[in-house]
């Protein structure tokens, strides 16, 4: 497996990092398939793990899974909720960052976490207030690094200036390339490595979706715009355009999607997430796919001309997250 740097910070990653949240969904495998997923993936090469303390129970399996291997991986998670909970709204004030980040260091089964997000801007608490507390984690040597998940390059930039962030996790694919305005030259600039959460744009890129699929109540994708079935229908192009790239390169669709990010700069680890162990080594190919520039520029091109349809959250979340 090839490693990465997280920007400027000297922390070196999996080129793929494994995104965790998926394992905690509803009708996730059960918990001991999980442990063996997880260790799957270590065994497979990737060493970077992200989950979160709003991911229900997630923190408490990755902790389990990874136990017996803690010194050779890299644990990311996140804070930003009160109490940890997503249902009981943001809260990134120094006491609750300081509260359930004891708490996440029980549940991961570790004295110190490599990288720890804010999992949303907290428009109630000044960045720098965050960025400070942190800071006083990696003081008292409970935190290794610091990260901003879904920020705009104004916060990021702020943040910055008080306690160097390693890494913005943020939405990015082919399937959403919003980042592409601001975000990752502003990252380029500060040294700030990027981590790309739903890279397969959550499997709408994997060409196994369609009009006609049919998702599940208690599937997220249910409730979003993007994926309504008269949106799916009008964003299909962009799956096309996928699978036959994937069939010159001799690739599978998430291959393509995957090493398209990869190409994209050398500070960028993609993290997808899956519950099965053929679809997780199908992923780890996708490090294989080489774009060279004329490739690149030939995809990016046909990319601009594609029309993507569809809010990614419903209205009453979208205003939270931002575009």
């Given at each position: 497996m090839k490693t990465r740097e997280l920007g400027n910070s000297g922390l070196k990653v999996s080129a793929l990092g494994?995104?965790?949240?998926?394992?905690?969904?509803?009708?996730?495998?059960?918990?001991?398939?999980?442990?063996?997923?997880?260790?799957?993936?270590f065994e497979n090469g990737i060493t970077f793990f992200d989950t979160a303390q709003g991911y229900g129970t997630n923190e408490e399996l990755v902790g389990e899974a990874l136990e017996p291997i803690r010194k050779d991986v890299v644990i990311a998670t996140k804070f930003g909720f009160k109490d940890g909970d997503v249902r009981l709204g943001l809260d990134s004030r120094p006491e609750n960052i300081i509260a359930t980040t004891e708490a996440s260091l029980k549940r991961l089964r570790t004295d110190v976490i490599d990288?720890?997000?804010?999992?949303?801007?907290?428009?109630?608490?000044?960045?720098?207030?965050?960025?400070?507390?942190?800071?006083?984690?990696?003081?008292?040597?409970?935190?290794?690094?610091?990260?901003?998940?879904?920020?705009?390059?104004?916060?990021?930039?702020?943040?910055?200036?008080?306690?160097?962030?390693t890494a913005l996790q943020s939405e990015y694919s082919m399937f959403y390339r919003e980042p592409e305005i601001e975000i990752i030259s502003t990252l380029e600039d500060l040294g700030i490595g990027f981590?790309?959460?739903?890279?397969?744009?959550?499997?709408?890129?994997?060409?196994?979706?369609?009009?006609?699929?049919?998702f599940d109540k208690t599937d997220g994708r249910s409730m979003s715009p993007r994926?309504?079935?008269?949106?799916?229908?009008?964003?299909?192009?962009?799956?096309?355009?996928?699978?036959?790239?994937?069939?010159?390169?001799?690739?599978?669709?998430?291959?393509?999607?995957?090493?398209?990010?990869l190409a994209q700069k050398p500070f960028i680890v993609p993290i997808p997430g899956t519950s099965k162990l053929n679809r997780l080594q199908e992923n780890i190919g996708g490090i294989a796919v080489s774009l060279g520039n004329d490739e690149l520029s030939q995809i990016n091109s046909a990319l601009a001309t594609i029309e993507i349809v569809g809010e990614r959250y419903p209205a009453n979340i979208q205003s939270k997250v931002g575009k």
């Amino acid at each position: 497996m090839k490693t990465r740097e997280l920007g400027n910070s000297g922390l070196k990653v999996s080129a793929l990092g494994f995104g965790c949240m998926g394992l905690s969904f509803p009708n996730a495998p059960a918990r001991e398939e999980n442990i063996r997923l997880l260790r799957s993936a270590f065994e497979n090469g990737i060493t970077f793990f992200d989950t979160a303390q709003g991911y229900g129970t997630n923190e408490e399996l990755v902790g389990e899974a990874l136990e017996p291997i803690r010194k050779d991986v890299v644990i990311a998670t996140k804070f930003g909720f009160k109490d940890g909970d997503v249902r009981l709204g943001l809260d990134s004030r120094p006491e609750n960052i300081i509260a359930t980040t004891e708490a996440s260091l029980k549940r991961l089964r570790t004295d110190v976490i490599d990288l720890l997000y804010q999992h949303r801007p907290d428009p109630n608490v000044p960045v720098e207030d965050v960025a400070g507390t942190v800071k006083d984690l990696i003081l008292a040597g409970k935190v290794k690094h610091f990260g901003l998940s879904e920020a705009n390059a104004e916060t990021i930039r702020r943040a910055h200036v008080i306690l160097p962030v390693t890494a913005l996790q943020s939405e990015y694919s082919m399937f959403y390339r919003e980042p592409e305005i601001e975000i990752i030259s502003t990252l380029e600039d500060l040294g700030i490595g990027f981590v790309p959460f739903s890279p397969l744009g959550k499997g709408f890129l994997t060409g196994t979706i369609s009009a006609e699929t049919e998702f599940d109540k208690t599937d997220g994708r249910s409730m979003s715009p993007r994926f309504n079935q008269e949106n799916r229908e009008a964003n299909q192009a962009l799956v096309d355009l996928v699978i036959s790239i994937a069939k010159e390169k001799n690739a599978t669709p998430s291959q393509i999607a995957l090493g398209w990010l990869l190409a994209q700069k050398p500070f960028i680890v993609p993290i997808p997430g899956t519950s099965k162990l053929n679809r997780l080594q199908e992923n780890i190919g996708g490090i294989a796919v080489s774009l060279g520039n004329d490739e690149l520029s030939q995809i990016n091109s046909a990319l601009a001309t594609i029309e993507i349809v569809g809010e990614r959250y419903p209205a009453n979340i979208q205003s939270k997250v931002g575009k």
